[in-house]
């Protein structure tokens, strides 16, 4: 079992709809979550991050975290093709160092 | 202060030969990261250190790659006798201690052929 599981997609979404990208995790003791966009070619860079069960907002974005079922989702609302990009799940392990999925492709089309 | 720097961008070599990659991190991060990430997969951890100081290897880290980090400032990661199979990118990222996320460089794409 891999530390942090994510569904590879695609997921087609049409603009202005609602993505939901999911990942799970193994060691239940884990407690920072983040989620990073990485267009193709590029890096990844930070669009979320969550320590607490419950969701967190910013902007169109919205975290949420279970730490009961171990897992952690991201919403993005109005969804457009600009949010295509592979999204990364990670987990914050020692020395600050992230454990990451393999990412969820999201395709947003007009 | 422009971010996490990293050079080269791509790097060619042939297989066997030796390359090293340079991350200049943000400045007032204490914290640099290695990561190598291939085709479809996340990154994956490879060394950190804080300051000058190593302080943790991955498995992945065979003993052809060494990376250093020599006055606390930027870092070097040098792969000896390179394999097709070390092809992929090589992100830097960094961090402040406790800060939890970290900030990636653009990364360094090797071929190796």
């Known amino acids: 079992q891999k530390e942090v599981e994510q569904n590879s997609g695609p997921l087609s979404v049409p603009e202005g709809a609602i993505a939901s990208l999911n990942c799970t995790y193994s060691d239940r003791v884990s407690q920072s979550f983040f989620w990073y966009r990485q267009y193709s070619g590029k890096s990844p860079e930070l669009i979320m991050s969550?320590?607490?069960?419950g969701d967190k907002e910013d902007g169109r974005f919205t975290a949420q975290l279970n730490k009961a079922s171990q897992y952690v989702s991201l919403l993005i609302r109005d969804s457009q093709p600009s949010d295509s990009a592979t999204y990364l799940c990670?987990?914050?392990?020692?020395?600050?160092?992230?454990?990451f999925g393999t990412g969820t492709r999201l395709q947003v089309f007009p | 202060d422009t971010g996490v720097s990293q050079n080269p961008r791509h790097k060619i070599t042939k297989r066997g030969q030796n390359v090293t990659f340079r991350c200049d991190p943000i400045?007032?991060?204490?914290?640099l990261y290695w990561y190598r990430q291939t085709l479809g997969q996340g990154p994956e951890f490879l060394t950190y250190?804080?300051?000058?100081?190593?302080?943790?290897k991955s498995r992945l880290l065979s003993d052809r790659f060494s990376a250093e980090r020599p006055k606390g400032s930027f870092s070097t990661l040098e792969i000896q006798r390179t394999e097709q199979g070390d092809s992929a990118m090589y992100l830097c990222?960094?961090?402040?201690?406790?800060?939890?996320?970290?900030?990636f460089g653009s990364g360094t794409r090797l071929t190796v052929v």
């Open positions: 990670a987990v914050k392990r020692g020395g600050d160092k992230l454990i």
């Open positions: 400045s007032e991060h204490n914290r």
């Open positions: 990222a960094s961090s402040e201690e406790g800060q939890g996320f970290a900030t």
């Open positions: 250190f804080q300051n000058e100081a190593q302080l943790e």
């Open positions: 969550i320590y607490s069960n």
